[in-house]
């Protein structure tokens, strides 16, 4: 029994307000993008000033050991410590900071980047949800299911995936220690 015009019309209000919140979600995830960095640059630089201080510590003890290596020249010792182990060590452990620091300043730009596309991908599937509306209230002779899957279902794997390693990356801030 097919239903009349106004019953079909009511039907539809829901999914509007659907698609109409999904948009208001969207801008709000697009807007907080700026929270996130005001949220976490402090943090971010407060671990790279940490992370300069240690490698400016291991300078320093590259160049006690450089000083040290120069004055010490005892022929009697039985394996002394090759002053080129010490100081391959240290230049790797000045190498991994640096990269540490580097990653912390990149958390921000890719924590940014993923937020702003997983608002992207959620307006894109509140427009296939109105498109959907439309299908369904213009009696357009195509399947519903079809247009949800084929057209919202790679938006909503890349929302959820975007959602996913911003998720992740504000974990790893969250448990980042600045000692």
Known sequence: MPLDPLTEALSLI???????????????????????VEEYSEKITALVIQANGEISARIEQLTQVSTAVSKQSK???????????ITEQLLSEIRRIGAEADEWQNCLARGK???????????????????????????????????????????????????????????????????
């Open 14 to 36: 829901p999914i509007g307000v659907v698609a109409v919140g999904l948009f208001g979600i969207s801008v709000e995830l697009y807007f907080h993008t700026n929270s996130f």
């Open 75 to 85: 022929p009697g010792t039985i394996f002394p410590v090759p002053a080129a182990d």
């Open 113 to 179: 980047s993923y937020l702003r596309r997983s608002a992207t991908w959620l307006a894109v599937d509140a427009t296939v949800i109105v498109a959907l509306v439309f299908i369904l209230a213009l009696s357009i002779p195509i399947n519903p299911f079809l247009v949800i899957e084929y057209a919202g279902g790679i938006p909503t794997i890349l929302l959820f995936y975007s959602l996913f390693q911003f998720r992740s990356i504000e974990t790893k801030l969250d448990k980042a220690r600045v000692g």
